[in-house]
């Protein structure tokens, strides 16, 4: 079993809808969740990160972390075709080595 | 700024050529790492440095070099790469490795072993 699930899509959505991607984890030492959006043939690009539970907003995002489940979320509302992408969650314990471990990716389409 | 460069952006390299791939920094970050990622895979942590010493090696084959110079750069040297090894190689810095959680990575070299 990985240590981070995530379903791979992909996610085909019209635009204006609300997105929801999500991520189970089993190892219970992951204090920081982070999210990451790829575009094709790019790097990852940091969209937020989360310290322990909680959530946290940032514009049309909002990233949600439930410890007690080992789940988190990212909410994208009123989506656009230029949020289509992959999107990577990744996770890091209190010992900090600087290790992400990732989620496989969900590809995200969102259609005009 | 949140930029990190890599050069060269596309690589093409025969399975005897011995290359170099370069990433660079200016946000003072002192944690660089390096990054293979294959089609529609998350990318795999290679290497850490941390204060231009290497704090991570993910048991990654001795044909793969990485160095440290100084605080904003950092080199992948290649030689005598496989077939597989072709892939997105991603560099990534933060502050330091304690703040691995706000890694931000460079657009990555498209590597292509003939």
């Known amino acids: 079993q990985k240590e981070v699930e995530q379903d791979p899509g992909p996610l085909s959505v019209p635009e204006g809808a609300i997105v929801s991607l999500n991520c189970t984890y089993s190892n219970s030492a992951f204090q920081y969740f982070m999210w990451y959006r790829q575009y094709s043939r790019k790097g990852p690009e940091l969209l937020m990160y989360t310290y322990s539970s909680g959530n946290k907003e940032d514009g049309r995002f909002t990233a949600q972390v439930d410890k007690s489940s080992k789940y988190i979320s990212l909410f994208i509302r009123d989506s656009q075709p230029s949020d289509s992408a992959t999107y990577l969650c990744?996770?890091?314990?209190?010992?900090?080595?600087?290790?992400?471990?990732f989620g496989q990716g969900t590809t995200l389409q969102v259609k005009p | 700024d949140t930029e990190v460069t890599q050069t060269p952006k596309h690589l093409v390299m025969g399975m005897t050529n011995k290359k170099s791939l370069k990433c660079e920094q200016h946000m003072g970050h002192r944690a660089m790492y390096w990054y293979k990622q294959k089609a529609k895979k998350p990318p795999e942590l290679m290497f850490v440095y941390s204060y231009e010493k290497l704090s991570i090696n993910e048991s990654v084959p001795s044909r793969f070099s990485p160095e440290c110079p100084n605080s904003s750069l950092l080199n992948l040297h290649l030689h005598a790469l496989q077939p597989e090894d072709s892939a997105l190689y991603l560099c990534?810095?933060?502050?330091?490795?304690?703040?691995?959680?706000?890694?931000?990575f460079g657009p990555g070299t498209r590597l292509t072993v003939t």
């Open positions: 990744a996770m890091i314990g209190s010992s900090n080595t600087g290790k992400l471990i």
């Open positions: 990534a810095s933060s502050q330091d490795s304690r703040f691995g959680y706000e890694q931000y």
